[in-house]
T-cell receptor, first 114, second 112 residues
Framework: GENVEQHPSTLSVQEGDSAVIKCTYS??????FPWYKQELGKRPQLIID?????GEKKDQRIAVTLNKTAKHFSLHITETQPEDSAVYFC?????????????FGTGTLLAVQP | DVKVTQSSRYLVKRTGEKVFLECVQD?????MFWYRQDPGLGLRLIYF???????EKGDIPEGYSVSREKKERFSLILESASTNQTSMYLC???????????FGQGTRLTVV
């Protein structure tokens, strides 16, 4: 079926460095791509999303880029801080029967070393 | 604030039992989802619903069913619980398929 692949599964960076997480999707009709952050023991929460009519979106230290032709999108975190340590999930809205369904990648565990 | 509330934080059930996981949202959202979260596998979609009494299978529906009799409530049913259904179950809701999904706090189910 349609899926979302996410890499890497774990990522360790030094505080202040940048972190990049990449995802690919298979459904060319997908048009909504959110990113979620899940801190230990907590529920996933949206941090940024992008729609297919734009190629890049930025919110302070977080940015997302989308390449519709190649069917991949990436999360960029600059000037990482220890509180950025969490599991990050990408997702794509994919055709599923009568409506779209939200399919997630397998997650990236980001560790920011002080 | 959107609130998505799952009825239990922790559950322990025996193999073969019928298990009900309840989820309620208070924002009049059309879409509701059930995912299970397992280490290394991410969030896998079990079932979703886009309207009252309407449901669609996700990627791993086997062994599960759902019920949506009212817009605010989406129930996940394990017809006959098995040990391989031990997992964290997350409910979510969204206004439509292309807007933010809000998650419940999760139910950690252990089947013994």
């Amino acid at each position: 079926g349609e899926n979302v692949e996410q890499h890497p599964s774990t990522l360790s960076v030094q505080e202040g460095d940048s972190a990049v997480i990449k995802c690919t999707y298979s459904d060319s009709a997908s048009n909504y791509f959110p990113w979620y952050k899940q801190e230990l023991g907590k529920r996933p929460q949206l941090i940024i999303d992008i729609r297919s009519n734009v190629g890049e979106k930025k919110d302070q230290r977080i940015a997302v880029t989308l390449n519709k032709t190649a069917k991949h999108f990436s999360l960029h975190i600059t000037e990482t801080q220890p509180e950025d340590s969490a599991v990050y999930f990408c997702a794509a809205s994919i055709r599923g029967g009568a409506t779209n369904k939200l399919i997630f990648g397998t997650g990236t565990l980001l560790a920011v070393q002080p | 604030d959107v609130k998505v509330t799952q009825s239990s934080r922790y559950l322990v059930k025996r193999t073969g039992e019928k298990v009900f996981l309840e989820c309620v949202q208070d924002m009049d959202h059309e879409n509701m989802f059930w995912y299970r979260q397992d280490p290394g596998l991410g969030l896998r979609l079990i079932y979703f619903s886009y309207d009252v009494k309407m449901k669609e299978k996700g990627d791993i529906p086997e062994g599960y069913s759902v019920s949506r009799e009212k817009k605010e409530r989406f129930s996940l049913i394990l017809e006959s619980a098995s040990t391989n259904q031990t997992s964290m179950y997350l409910c979510a809701s969204s206004l439509d398929a292309n807007t933010e999904a809000f998650f419940g706090q999760g139910t950690r189910l252990t089947v013994v």
